[in-house]
């Protein structure tokens, strides 16, 4: 009979108990070598590459040296008008026009300041309404024929030749020729005129001079010779 005693239960757990807490041990360990891994920071950058590669990008660099003694020119601020050819002028037939022909004519600088003395002379000589009176806006004596200037020109385009030519010409307009050069104070081109001595009123000193804007008038086609 003892060789058929059913084994005792007490001794069979112990072992099935010890193989199965040696397996969970050993899951429980692989997790947590894994988790060790996962979480562990990773190794700090080699700090000789890290240079290594700033060495190299610096090497692409352009520099560009400039020296000291080099200075940023000045920005110009003037309102200049549009720079036209004489032609383009006497087709727009205006007496803006004609005030820019004058400049261009004698190579003054095409400002606004200019063109509005011009305009503002031309208005105190013949008015506005009829400024191209005997194509000869400015009443100029030069090449008109006529003293006191009251002569003519065959056209507009020949006025503004004469006028150019007087401003450049005679030393009595040295004043206004001056002024038109700076070409960036209307006022003080005016009191050049005032002052001039063939100026027989002065304009009564700027008393008779008016900075109002002048409108646009055009002449006639035949004053332009067109």
């Known amino acids: 009979m003892a060789s058929g005693r059913r084994p005792s239960r007490r001794s069979t757990t112990r072992p ?29 950058p080699d700090a000789i590459a890290i240079a290594q590669a700033k060495e190299a990008a610096d090497a692409l660099l352009q520099h560009v040296a400039v020296a000291g003694e080099v200075r940023v020119p000045a920005v110009s601020r003037e309102s200049y008008v549009a720079a036209t050819g004489p032609e383009t002028l006497i087709a727009g037939g205006t007496n803006h026009d004609w005030a820019e022909l004058v400049l261009v004519d004698g190579e003054f600088p095409v400002t606004d300041e200019n063109v509005n003395v011009i305009l503002r002379w031309m208005r105190q000589e013949n008015g506005v309404d009829n400024w191209w009176n005997r194509n000869n806006p400015l009443n100029n004596g030069n090449g008109s ?3 006191s200037g009251l002569g003519s020109y065959d056209t507009l385009v020949t006025g503004a030749y004469y006028a150019a030519d007087s401003l450049r010409r005679y030393s009595f307009y040295d004043g206004i020729e001056a002024a038109l050069e700076a070409g960036d ?20 000193n700027g008393t008779h ?18």
Do not use: C, K, Q
């Open 145 to 147: 024929g006529g003293g």
């Open 185 to 204: 104070d209307a006022n003080a081109t005016a009191a050049a005129i005032w002052a001039s001595p063939w100026a027989g009123s002065h304009y009564g």
């Open 209 to 226: 001079w008016s900075t109002r804007p002048v409108e646009a008038i055009e002449a006639p086609a035949a004053a332009w010779g067109r």
């Open 16 to 44: 099935r108990f010890a193989r199965r807490f040696a397996a969970i041990f050993a899951t429980t360990a692989v997790f947590g070598v894994a988790a060790t891994l996962a979480i562990a920071p990773s190794a700090p």
